[in-house]
């Protein structure tokens, strides 16, 4: 639904008003002056790094990309006014695919397209107002940047953090190259939409999986600081959990293979053992099977080859699979199980094999049902849990006896005939020793026995996995090593970074399933810096995510030819106080950052262990009912905005629109109720007729109160994101303001001044070049961007009414002046009768309402 604008705000406005023409002053004069510019070492202002997730420069930006840098332009303009030394710069995320198809597709050098979309971005930029320190620009497709992600590879190296390994990979058949399992999205690649397959290949990972407890446990310190919604992304992604090593023989093999299983206590109830057919475990196993063992397997892997991780670990496809005619034998009971291959069981996941206990394991069961295979109940469900350890009764001959098991019942949910796994808590049955142990205890007691007969131990599993950064492309950062003659894999002298990109003119980067890189002939050979003999360099680039995960750190000097970052500015400035972005980026770009700070700091180079202290997720902006995307042509143009209706407008009404986390619908947004907002404002302060040294105190006390209450909940509210309830309360009082000019006080009076001045310093976060003109036209020098909120003053916070804000889903639709001791039932009431409300709301029906007197009335509706 449209965002509608209290009708009073219709009035008055003034044809006068040039939104383009004021805008295009103010940029000329900040381009002068540059008032943004974070202060150095003189400065002694608190700090604040406020940081807006980098853009990536494919063409121009449009509303989705307003949207989220008008939010960051707010947070950084807030705490300005509020005394701050901020730091607020803009880098382009600029190395990628993107660029380097639009180039294939045109016959040109990435670097020609790329850099031309760079320029038109600043453009963009400047024209929006946005306050940037444009002393810290960085592009990471520069030299002067990708030295340091090459110094990064190369210490993480050192530390046992890279390495190089061949494995099943993720494989994008479209743009020819392997993807991350973070960019894989429903089996598809998420740049393309190409269906994903596995291929194998040797490539270069990062050891994330080093620091997963540390990623996992670490996220305490972001509660309360950081959208749950990504907090708890981020802890099933990395996805820890807690049981046992178990070390099963198999036969015909001298090397034990080692399971992961959250249950051991289930180990009697395993019926046979599955490893996953693309593991080395699966070839080994069938290399010395029968022939027709051999075909039917690969035929299988054949098949399996196709199919994404998602379609594998789906639960709702039928179970496939091949017996290898290999047997496993049961390290606690001796019991021999069918060795299978198949497609659920993943090679990269545990160890790439599991114990199959179909009685307790859904997936288990499904795959026992299909192919006949015994189901073996050893937890009784239905026995009660109790917190003590049940007295274990022995028989004669020392047997436990089964304490009280209800065979009738458990008949009745025998997984067997029902189909349904038994996988809530119970007692052990059917175990030995294990018998009338709950699951905590049981859990305990077969882990003591494995380690006791040396076959498992206590142990933890992730669903993280190691970072795969080798990309089989031309546009990124060049891994700095060195394949030698006798194998052996050196890095780059340090003296010899950065390794620059060769030309792309001679080159072809079509994709072909190899890196371009290679075709490089000249640029590829080089020497082993050891023993001069001739070598060659490695052919692939980085992931562009390495780009991204420490750029908030160059920003702080991104012209230091010495080191990445000065650990010092790094300790005056970082972590990011505010950091704004999409929630698309919950997992990929937030969870590398998080893991290279953690090296950082284990290198001694930062102080802190979490990149980013305060997060905040915009919602998407929407057109035709789909994210507004290049690829998909739903674009409102950014640079047609800005001459009309004029960045100011745009802004404002951005922030009006809806709460921060919630989507817009670009067709909802009202950019003329806007128009006239700011054009009403503007005119409240040239009709100011007092002089800047005025007695505030001498003015009209109920319109000082309207502007001291403002300045009392701005703060809050913007601490809150709450931008549209802000924009509402703005309009209240330039609305109270016009009321004391035309038909009150007058426009002498005191009062209206400082509304007026009030208004304009508050404005500067949404309508900045509106504010400026404000502020010029009030008798000020500029900028009032640099200008001191004022504080409120206590005795006017004290008032027989106040300003209660109705909103419906999340939407400000009207506010109320009402008793300021009004009750709740009686606050509903008003709202509920409110003709702006009424027109509203129309049929829908009200399903929840949510009222904090006497400021807020909330209706959700359906």
């Not at 400065?43 to 997730?53: A, C, E, N």
């Not at 025998?414 to 809530?424: E, F, M, N, V």
Request: with cysteine.
């Amino acid at each position: 639904m449209s965002q509608t604008l209290p009708p009073e705000t219709d009035a008055h406005s003034d044809g006068a008003f040039d939104a383009y023409a004021i805008q295009q002053k103010w940029q000329a004069r900040w381009s002068e002056a540059d008032p943004f510019r974070a202060g150095g070492a003189g400065d002694t202002r608190p700090r604040k790094y406020v940081l807006g997730m980098f853009p990536y420069p494919s063409g121009d930006l449009h509303m989705g990309h307003a949207e989220s840098y008008a939010y960051v332009d707010i947070v950084a303009r807030f705490w300005r006014h509020r005394g701050y030394n901020v730091l607020n710069p803009i880098g382009w995320d600029s190395f990628g695919l993107p660029a380097e198809n639009a180039a294939i597709q045109r016959g040109a050098d990435p670097r020609e397209w790329t850099y031309a979309n760079i320029a038109q971005h600043k453009k963009s930029f400047r024209e929006y107002g946005s306050s940037y320190d444009w002393s810290r620009i960085l592009h990471t497709s520069d030299p002067e940047y990708y030295r340091w992600n090459q110094w990064l590879f190369q210490a993480l190296y050192e530390r046992g953090l890279a390495y190089r390994k061949e494995s099943p990979v993720n494989w994008c058949p479209n743009d020819q190259t392997v993807l991350a399992n973070e960019q894989v999205v429903d089996g598809h690649c998420e740049r393309c939409g190409a269906e994903v397959v596995k291929k194998k290949l040797t490539q270069w990972y990062f050891k994330i999986t080093d620091y997963a407890d540390r990623l996992l446990d670490d996220l305490n310190q972001l509660e309360g600081f950081w959208p749950q919604k990504v907090i708890r992304m981020q802890r099933n992604w990395i996805g820890r959990s807690v049981g046992a090593d178990i070390e099963f023989e198999i036969e015909g093999r001298d090397e034990r293979v080692t399971v992961f299983s959250t249950r051991p206590d289930t180990l009697h109830g395993a019926t046979f053992f599955v490893v996953a057919p693309d593991s080395d475990l699966a070839a080994e196993l069938v290399a010395g099977a029968d022939p027709d063992v051999r075909m039917r397997f690969q035929d299988y892997l054949d098949q399996v080859q196709k199919q994404s991780e998602i379609e594998r670990q789906s639960t709702d496809r039928p179970k496939t699979g091949v017996f290898l005619g290999r047997w496993a034998v049961n390290p606690i009971n001796g019991e021999r199980l069918p060795v299978w291959a198949a497609d659920y069981v993943l090679a990269d996941y545990g160890h790439g094999a599991v114990m199959a206990v179909p009685a307790h394991d859904q997936r288990d069961l499904d795959f026992a049902r299909a192919f006949d295979l015994p189901v073996k109940v050893v937890v009784d469900t239905t026995a009660p849990i109790t917190g003590a350890i049940p007295v274990i009764e022995l028989d004669e001959h020392g047997v436990p006896i089964d304490p009280g098991a209800d065979e009738a019942s458990l008949d009745e949910i025998d997984p067997a005939k029902t189909g349904i796994a038994l996988t809530d808590d119970g007692r052990m049955i059917n175990s030995g020793s294990l018998d009338g142990l709950s699951k905590r205890h049981a859990i305990a007691r077969i882990t003591e026995q494995l380690e006791a007969a040396g076959v498992g131990r206590a142990a933890k599993s992730y669903r993280l996995r190691d970072w795969l950064i080798s990309r089989q492309r031309f546009w990124g950062t060049p891994i700095p090593m060195i394949h030698t003659e006798d194998g052996r894999i050196v890095p780059v002298p340090e003296d010899q970074l950065p390794l620059v990109l060769p030309d792309a003119q001679n080159l072809d980067l079509a994709p072909k399933g190899t890196s371009p890189l290679g075709g490089a002939t000249e640029w590829m050979q080089t020497v082993d810096p050891e023993t001069g003999e001739p070598a060659l360099r490695d052919p692939d680039t980085m992931d562009t995510f390495v780009d991204s995960s420490w750029y908030f750190l160059r920003f702080l000097d991104p012209s230091d030819p010495e080191r990445a970052f000065d650990p010092r500015e790094a300790d005056k400035w970082a972590p990011v106080d505010s950091y704004i972005g999409g929630v698309e980026h919950a997992i990929l770009h937030l969870l590398y950052a998080r893991f290279i700070t953690k090296v950082l700091f284990d290198m001694g180079l930062v102080e802190f262990t979490e990149p980013f202290s305060s997060l905040i997720n915009q919602g998407m902006v929407l057109l035709d009912g789909s994210k507004m995307s290049k690829s998909k042509g739903n674009l409102v143009e950014f640079e047609a905005s800005m001459m009309d209706p004029g960045a100011d407008v745009v802004r404002t009404a951005i922030a009006f629109a809806g709460p921060v986390e919630d989507d817009i619908n670009w067709e909802d947004v009202s950019t003329t109720g806007a128009a006239k907002f700011l054009a009403r404002a503007w005119r409240v302060a040239k009709d100011v007729t007092s002089e800047p040294d005025v007695v505030w105190a001498e003015g009209d006390a109920a319109l000082r109160r309207v502007t001291h209450r403002l300045l009392a909940d701005a703060p809050g509210l913007v601490e809150q994101t709450k931008f549209n309830v802000l924009v509402a309360r703005l309009m209240e009082l330039v609305n109270a303001t016009r009321k004391a000019i035309d038909t009150g006080a007058g426009p002498a009076d005191p009062a209206v001044r400082e509304a007026a001045e009030s208004t304009a310093m508050m404005l500067d976060l949404f309508a900045p070049h509106t504010a400026e003109e404000m502020w010029e036209i009030l008798g000020y020098e500029p900028f009032v961007g640099l200008a001191t909120w004022r504080q409120p003053d206590p005795t006017l916070l004290v008032d027989e009414s106040v300003t209660a804000v109705v909103q419906i889903d999340g939407k400000v639709r009207a506010t109320l002046t009402v008793p300021a001791r009004i009750d709740a039932a009686e606050l509903e009431r008003l709202a509920r009768e409110d003709s702006r409300i009424t027109r509203s709301l129309g049929d829908r029906e009200i399903v929840r309402v949510i009222v904090r007197a006497p400021k807020v009335v909330s209706f959700s509706t359906r």
